[in-house]
């Protein structure tokens, strides 16, 4: 909009002057007033928008700063926890220490002559003992035998006494390579000759291939007995490995029938069968498919599942014939034959089967056929011997007497049980199937009765330990070695003279009050771990801890208290495997030793994870310094790119502020012509 006022050309131009210096001074002024010389977008758009940009990374780190110094304090919680849980731990440790020192067993007296007994119950007999004096013997060992003098095992229909493979005959096996356990042989037979001329003729080439032409072969090649269409490869050793039989690839191999389940097509489900059993489907692929396998065997039918596709596949356990029979599934099944052609089959030689236990171990035997060789006796208590052993069993030897009856006989004269059972026990042994040792009997040491009572339970496996003897001024003393009160019957002259006196021995209390005093601990363990939460969240109980260190959330920290192995678990006394105790876990200085080696390994597993929390802190602690850092980079960066220097623009200031006085004084000097004028009006 123009003016109506009509200016002279100097006063014009000195007054544009004039106001774009005073625009300057309104900018530099706000500059000086801001700290700022780009406070919007007009000032610096570049400069503006990258400091914004700055400045809300910068604020966005410094959020989680508060969530770093939070899970510092969540990991300083769990370490203090840590700590007490030690200190906790080691106090049980010095009370078990005082346990095995203290040695304040109670004791009773009695008067003893030669046919005094002594019967213990209570204290650490968890079944009645009888204390006597014996006579000196050599003990028995345990041992069972035969009921009858060796005889090959029959077995059962089809086996043979060594190990063999059956071979589907099939005439694709006529002029190929066969390899028998590693050794090849070529059939000579034409295409189409019978089963028995390939028979015929692969006995020849195993005889010609192993060296024992006209003499007695390795192996022997016969029809099944079962089924006349297999071919029989018998291993002639009875303790070998079935035959490995291998074919070229011009056999006809035959393959098994298949049953495929698509789950997804499936329209409906009930009363399902497969193979002839019933099978709880549930209603998930999951439930199907455990369903499937639970009637697997008795199916005959082997599953095959992809979580994936939801396909399962079920594998008939015969060859050639219809996949196994399903019932009860809507849609998505679908059934293939197998198709015919060669297979094997591993046959077992025959073999009496029986189980032989001794004391707490147990081993399966398999005692095969004698073979022809003139040390087949030999052979046979070999194999027998390293089955025992293979079990563990290296204190029973098996053998035979001078009638050829087989006897399993213990090393050594203890109080041991041996015991034989299993499918063919009772054809075997008869009703003998189990004998109990009893450990020899040395002289004793001393001729005084006392002395030799003394002698007697100190050296009884079945007291030494338990209770412990000694002269005392000629009489029989027996200390108590338990916390818990132990049972005396003494009878001074034997069994069927006068009536015995019954006695009561007090256990040791200061260790039952220990083992109380370890539980006590042991339940302050767990109140300090649920103790050791920081803003509700808690470490040592399990909870999972996460710190995220960038404002993307792409780098993270994840804090969890996690056992040797790296398995996730919570710090209590239950997984540190200390369990509370009785009073006669503290009997035996034995037992005590187990426990203390027990609270060395929780203390290393808890020193482990306090190195690991150590290791979170400091990961944490180097991250919270960074992220200061990089705050302080980011937030001078932006201030870089739009702070005002404020001493140049005073200096700015001061210099518009002349310029100003100047304009004005050119302004004034230039209206002096419009001054005259109104002069002369006047």
Do not use: C
């Amino acid at each position: 909009m123009g003016s109506d006022i009509s200016l002279s050309k100097a006063v014009r131009s000195n007054l544009l002057s004039l106001q774009n210096t005073a625009e300057m001074m309104n900018k530099t002024q706000n500059r000086l007033a801001t700290g700022n010389k780009v406070n919007s977008a007009l000032d610096n758009p570049s400069n503006f928008f990258t400091a914004s940009a700055l400045n809300s990374r910068a604020a966005d780190m410094s959020n989680l700063l508060d969530s770093m110094a939070s899970g510092i304090k969540v990991i300083e919680a769990a370490d203090k926890g840590i700590t007490a849980i030690t200190k906790n731990i080691e106090s049980m440790q010095s009370t078990l220490r005082q346990a095995r020192q203290d040695k304040s067993f109670q004791t009773d007296n009695y008067e003893v002559t030669a046919d005094s007994t002594l019967k213990l119950a209570g204290g650490q007999f968890e079944e009645g003992f009888e204390v006597k004096l014996q006579a000196a013997s050599g003990g028995q060992a345990a041992g069972v035998t035969t009921a009858a003098v060796w005889a090959d095992p029959a077995g059962v229909a089809g086996q043979t006494p060594g190990p063999q493979v059956l071979v589907k005959f099939d005439a694709s096996l006529n002029g190929t390579a066969i390899k028998v356990d590693g050794l090849t042989v070529t059939s000579t037979t034409a295409a189409g000759a019978t089963q028995a001329a390939f028979m015929t003729d692969l006995q020849t080439q195993l005889n010609t291939a192993t060296g024992t032409a006209g003499v007695t072969s390795k192996y022997i090649v016969a029809a099944d007995t079962v089924d006349a269409t297999k071919v029989s490869i018998q291993l002639r050793d009875p303790q070998g490995a079935s035959p490995k039989v291998e074919f070229a690839g011009s056999v006809a191999k035959a393959t098994h029938g298949v049953t495929e389940i698509d789950f997804a097509a499936v329209t409906s489900m009930g009363g399902v069968t497969a193979g002839g059993q019933a099978v709880d489907v549930g209603v998930t692929f999951a439930d199907l498919v455990k369903g499937l396998q639970d009637k697997a065997t008795t199916g005959n039918y082997t599953v095959e599942a992809d979580a994936a596709t939801q396909k399962i596949k079920l594998v008939s356990t015969a060859y050639s014939g219809a996949g196994p029979v399903v019932a009860g599934i809507t849609g998505g099944t679908t059934s293939t034959a197998g198709s015919t052609g060669v297979y094997t089959q591993d046959v077992a030689a025959r073999s009496y089967k029986i189980d032989l236990t001794y004391g707490d171990k147990t081993a399966k035997l398999d005692i095969v056929s004698r073979d022809a060789s003139p040390y087949a006796k030999e052979n046979q208590l070999k194999d027998i011997n390293d089955q025992l052993k293979a079990a563990g069993i290296n204190d029973v030897t098996a053998s035979l007497d001078s009638s050829d009856k087989l006897v399993f006989t213990s090393t050594s004269a203890e109080a041991k049980t041996l015991a034989i059972s299993g499918a063919d026990a009772n054809a075997l042994f008869g009703g003998a199937t189990v004998s109990t040792g009893t450990p020899a009997v040395s002289a004793y040491k001393s001729a005084n009765t006392v002395d030799q009572f003394v002698e007697e339970i100190n050296r009884n496996a079945g007291t030494a330990g338990k209770v412990r003897a000694s002269n005392d001024n000629g009489k029989l003393r027996i200390e108590n070695l338990s916390t818990q009160q132990l049972d005396v019957e003494f009878d001074k002259d034997g069994a069927g003279v006068g009536a015995p006196t019954q006695h009561k021995i007090a256990g040791n209390v200061i260790r039952d009050n220990l083992a109380k005093q370890f539980n006590d601990l042991r339940d302050q363990l767990d109140k300090f771990a649920d103790d050791s939460s920081f803003n509700g969240i808690n470490l040592l109980r399990g909870d999972k801890l996460t710190i995220t260190f960038n404002e993307s959330g792409s780098s993270s920290i994840q804090i969890q208290a996690k056992d040797k192995n790296g398995n996730e678990r919570p710090i209590t006394a239950a997984n540190l495997n200390l369990e509370s105790l009785v009073g006669q876990d503290l009997d035996n200085d034995t037992d005590i030793d187990a426990l203390l080696g027990k609270l060395s390994t929780a203390l290393s597993e808890l020193r482990s994870q306090a190195s690991t929390f150590g290791s979170n802190l400091s990961s944490v602690e180097n991250r919270q310094t960074f992220t200061k850092n990089m705050i302080n980079t980011l937030e001078t960066g932006a201030a870089n790119l739009t702070l005002a220097d404020t001493n140049e623009e005073a200096a700015n200031l001061l210099a518009l502020q002349t310029r100003q006085q100047l304009s004005s004084s050119a302004l004034s000097m230039a209206s002096q012509q419009d001054q005259a004028v109104l002069q002369l009006l006047r």
